[in-house]
């Protein structure tokens, strides 16, 4: 990360080898379990026009996203900060008479205007899938399992999901008739999970949303303190919906494993129902390797039930083992291409000098080259 160079702004880096050619790999490894799957991969543009890609779920990332004038239109483009929203345009305009349910995938990068305290980084590297036209807890079941299946194949160990319900908390505060003051205040109390604060705005139903944000925890535990808990239908609703989710996932990848949170909100604010976000243990990384859940594509009067995930890939290569580095062996000037091309296809990396030099082991050494070809045959630099 380049955060405090002088040639970048806050936020922007450089990925440098090795890791570079590490990020490429992953995202390659992760789309060919998508590939697998059936998601047909889309490539979305950099820039949209403003009014397009802030529309519908792209709203909730107003904030977050850079805006110029374009100087052939004279119209105001803006660079995506999330990729969900323009697959969810894909799917309503250049695909919309495509076969529901329609599984999409995409790898590309993104530009924030702002960092934030779990995400110093602004620029960074999204890969996903989207479900559209797909409105049962099997579709939510299938997404979820679909990324966890992404990252165990690249190598991702001890993984888990936290399951969430964005709209439980504003089904509650509509039943309950809670003032829209205080109702901002609440939300956020939960976000921050301050118990305090959540008894003091939630007023004569403190003893409800306190019980809801104890309830947070491994799923078995947390699944049984919800169904204790006396809601309204609605709210009733997502709770078995959750617990149909879970069942499903138990069933389909019983390795992943999984806790509830049922009030958390943040980063989820264009989801309507059950949400995720991916954790792993180890590894020297840090936050949430990424996220997904249920949302609507597209404008409301045309909108299509969907889920689906975006994985952050700057955060799953902490997690990674360790590759098997191929290693590099230096040519002398003049090596032959068919020999050349006989050692790539034996698992070589050739570098090959353009110009002659009096000690190959020491040019070996100085272009990070643990082999040189001599007499016709690799040989170790401090063999």
């Known amino acids: 990360m380049n955060d405090l160079s002088p040639l970048l702004p806050a936020g922007i880096y450089d990925l440098l080898p090795p890791a570079a050619e590490r990020e490429a790999s992953l995202v390659s490894g992760l789309l060919a379990t998508l590939s697998a799957h059936g998601y047909q991969r889309v490539e979305p543009p950099l820039v949209e026009f403003e009014e ?24 105001m483009i803006a660079v995506r900060s999330d990729m969900t929203p323009q697959i969810a345009r894909i799917a309503a305009t250049r695909l919309g008479a495509a076969a529901r349910p ?11 205007t702002k960092a934030s305290e779990i995400r110093p980084e602004r620029h960074f590297g999204q890969v996903g899938a989207e479900l559209i036209g797909a409105p049962g807890a099997a579709a939510d079941v299938e997404v979820i399992a ?15 999901v936290d399951l969430t319900l964005p709209a439980l908390v504003p089904s509650l505060v509509k039943a309950y008739a809670i003032p829209e003051e205080k109702a901002f205040l609440l939300r956020a109390a939960l976000d921050r999970k301050d118990a305090a604060a959540v008894r003091e705005a939630a007023g004569k139903r403190q003893g409800d949303f306190a019980r809801l944000l104890a309830a947070a925890g491994p799923a078995s535990a947390a699944e049984r303190e919800l169904e204790a808990l006396d809601l309204p239908p609605a709210a009733r609703a997502e709770v078995g919906r959750l617990a149909a989710v879970r069942a499903g996932l138990e069933a389909s990848i019983p390795e992943l494993k999984a806790t509830i949170d049922p009030v958390e909100n943040r980063g989820f604010e264009y989801h309507t129902g059950v949400s995720f976000t991916f954790f792993a243990a180890g590894g020297g990384g ?22 689906g995930f975006t994985l952050y890939a700057d ?25 050349a091309e006989a050692l790539r296809a034996a698992g070589w990396i050739t570098l090959a000098a353009l110009e002659p030099v009096e000690d190959w082991r020491a040019e070996a050494r100085r272009l990070r080259c643990r082999y040189f070809l001599e007499g016709g045959l690799p040989v170790e630099t401090d063999g």
């Open 315 to 339: 955060r799953v290569l902490p997690f990674l083992p360790e590759d098997k580095a191929r290693p590099r062996l230096l040519l002398p000037f003049g090596t032959q291409r068919p020999r």
């Open 52 to 75: 397009t890609l802030l529309s519908g779920a792209g709203a909730a990332m107003a904030a977050s996203t850079f805006r110029m004038m374009d100087p052939l239109s004279h119209r």
């Open 286 to 307: 840090r936050g949430e390797l990424g996220r997904g859940g249920r949302y609507e594509a597209g404008e409301k009067e045309k909108a299509e039930p969907a889920t």
């Open 146 to 160: 679909l990324a966890a299946e992404a990252l165990f194949a690249v190598g991702v160990k001890d993984l888990s």
């Open 102 to 112: 329609l599984r999409l995938s995409y790898a590309g990068e993104v530009l924030r």
